[in-house]
């Protein structure tokens, strides 16, 4: 099957630090990648869609310039939380799908940011 | 449009009985429908999907679920709950031309008794 692998699984930083996730493909292409941002005992809130040599498409109330998404290749797709804030800890998961959708997200193992 | 409603945050049952997860979804298109768990710190993995086809799915750790049109509904069951089947459950919707964009209920958590 499908697998998607995040990068670090868990991260602490200071705060006013800048931290990247890497989000991989490892046996697929995905021209689009998603990522979400869990809560403590909250849904998935998709932040923005990560597609491969564009711009990504973030969803509203998603600060551009606080999350930076970067889609560089087929199998990769990096989050960098820049100047981040204790408020900005959360789990911070990605997906893709095969081409031809829609057909099944492939979830990464998720990263634990905390900012101390 | 599309959403999902998950009736009951936290679900409890006794180990050996019926698992019945709730999922309510409203779609102007023909839906696709997953669940999906998730154990704690890990991301989701799938446990069933509804595309097209025979309404009643099958997925893995002996989970189903039936797609019901007339009530727009996608219940989860198990038979007999076991104890490694505590996580959080999702449920989710998409469709054809929403770009692989999926909705996610908030989550149901399920807790085994032993």
């Known amino acids: 099957g499908a697998v998607v692998s995040q990068h670090p699984s868990r991260v602490i930083c200071k705060s006013g630090t800048s931290v990247k996730i890497e989000c991989r493909s490892l046996?697929?292409?995905?021209?689009?990648m998603f990522w979400y941002r869990q809560f403590p005992k909250k849904s998935l809130m998709l932040m923005a869609t990560?597609?491969?040599?564009?711009?990504?498409?973030?969803e509203q109330g998603v600060e551009k310039d606080k999350f930076l998404i970067n889609h560089a290749s087929l199998t990769l797709s990096t989050l960098t939380v820049t100047s981040a804030h204790p408020e900005d800890s959360s789990f911070y998961i990605c997906?893709?799908?095969?081409?031809?959708?829609?057909?099944?997200?492939?979830f990464g193992e998720g990263s634990r940011l905390t900012v101390l | 449009a599309q959403s999902v409603t998950q009736l009951g945050s936290h679900v409890s049952v006794s180990e050996g009985a019926l698992v019945l997860l709730r999922c309510n979804y409203s779609?102007?298109?023909?839906?696709?429908l997953f669940w999906y768990v998730q154990y704690p710190n890990q991301g989701l993995q799938l446990l069933l999907k509804?595309?097209?086809?025979?309404?009643l799915v099958k997925g893995i750790n002996g989970f189903e679920a039936e797609f019901k049109k007339s009530e727009t509904s996608f219940h989860l069951t198990k038979p007999s709950a076991h104890m490694s089947d505590a996580a959080e459950y999702f449920c989710?919707?998409?469709?054809?031309?929403?770009?692989?964009?999926?909705?996610f209920g908030t989550g149901t958590s399920l807790t085994v008794i032993p």
């Open positions: 997906s893709a799908s095969l081409a031809g959708g829609p057909g099944e997200l492939f």
């Open positions: 046996d697929f292409q995905a021209t689009t």
């Open positions: 990560s597609n491969e040599g564009s711009k990504a498409t973030y």
């Open positions: 779609s102007s298109v023909p839906p696709y």
């Open positions: 509804y595309t097209t086809g025979a309404t």
């Open positions: 989710a919707v998409t469709s054809l031309g929403a770009g692989n964009q999926f909705y």
